[in-house]
């Protein structure tokens, strides 16, 4: 060991160095440049906690909007589901 070297070296924080597809690069820097996030960091880190959040969600919020669908088709309040698929898919056409 040298004079005046410490025992311990200090590293410095390394960070994750990933591959993304010539798309995904792209996608993330029209987000950046379209001003939805300040940086690519900021764009991956906002993924990643969306991510995270959908994996942990166990749906018990839904429950009462199924036990009420369930509810409304008792009483014959509901619609085909050709008609309501139709009126999704137009939906998303839009």
Request: aromatic fraction near 4%.
């Amino acid at each position: 060991m040298r004079c005046g070297e410490s025992r311990h070296r200090r590293r410095r924080p390394q960070g994750m160095t990933i591959q993304l597809s010539p798309e995904q690069q792209r996608w993330l820097e029209a987000q950046v440049a379209a001003g939805h996030f300040t940086s690519l960091e900021q764009a991956v880190a906002v993924a990643i906690a969306d991510l995270t959040a959908t994996t942990a969600d166990d749906l018990a919020w839904a429950k009462p909007l199924v036990d009420e669908a369930a509810e409304q088709l008792a009483r014959g309040q509901g619609i085909p589901a050709d008609q309501a698929l139709a009126w999704i898919r137009k939906s998303l056409d839009r």
